[in-house]
């Protein structure tokens, strides 16, 4: 049996609120826009650049502007320490014991640009790690099924062989849609009220859960 896991990346593998919100708030200010709060700014977090300004400002708003500046001020922000988009506690060690499952494929599905998975990538040395890497540049954004569906086909996973761990309603949204199995973290950006409003199977209250969970979700044959 093929087993896939797929996972978020801001707000489940790494923390990365700080940036993103100093990024959208530098944003606003270049355009003469009043900045999100921080909540709102996060509740975004998940989607493709394109849909999470238009969800901030609206269809007739200046959403191309918007993104570009973000790309940029984001990129400059990456370089300041204070700023820094580090892994939850656990996640390290978790991909690790992952990584040595034979019978275990791990995936990336993310609302970050391709760039910006590179950059995760090199800097906590996951090369050779994810079997399939969808993003932003991939894919239509969450909650579109999409990402899911074509990383399981990159590894020829069924839907039942399949979870998604993510923060967001997004993900439990786009999970669902493709038939496979969403599990929530509670570390987010969303509330565990409302991922489990969105389907969510279970929602860990930490990194360590997860493997105990995946055994659930995933038990060994007989």
Not at 127 to 147: N, R, V
Request: proline share 7%; net charge negative.
């Amino acid at each position: 049996m093929i087993k896939l896991v797929i996972f978020d990346v801001d707000g489940t593998l790494v923390d990365s609120q700080n940036i993103i919100v100093e990024a959208q708030r530098r944003t606003f200010r270049a355009h003469g826009l009043a900045a999100p709060s921080r909540e709102r700014s996060l509740s975004i977090v998940g989607l493709s650049l394109p849909e999470a300004f238009t969800a901030l400002v609206g269809a007739d708003g200046p959403v191309a502007a918007l993104v570009e500046t973000y790309k940029q001020v984001f990129g400059d922000l990456r370089h300041d320490p204070d700023y820094a988009e580090p892994l939850f506690p656990g996640a390290a060690e978790v991909l690790a014991r992952l990584r040595r499952r034979p019978d275990t494929h791990l995936a990336i599905a993310t609302g970050k640009s391709r760039r910006g998975v590179a950059h995760l990538i090199a800097r906590h040395g996951f090369e050779d790690l994810f079997a399939s890497i969808q993003t932003a540049d991939d894919a239509p954004s969450k909650p579109h099924p999409g990402m899911v569906l074509q990383a399981m086909a990159a590894v020829g996973a069924k839907p039942q062989e399949t979870v998604m761990i993510g923060d967001s309603t997004y993900d439990m949204i786009m999970t669902r849609a493709a038939d496979a199995i969403p599990l929530g973290v509670s570390w987010g950006y969303h509330t565990p009220q409302n991922l489990r409003e969105a389907g969510a199977g279970a929602i860990l209250a930490d990194f360590r859960e997860l493997l105990p969970t995946l055994e659930e979700v995933f038990p060994p044959r007989r």
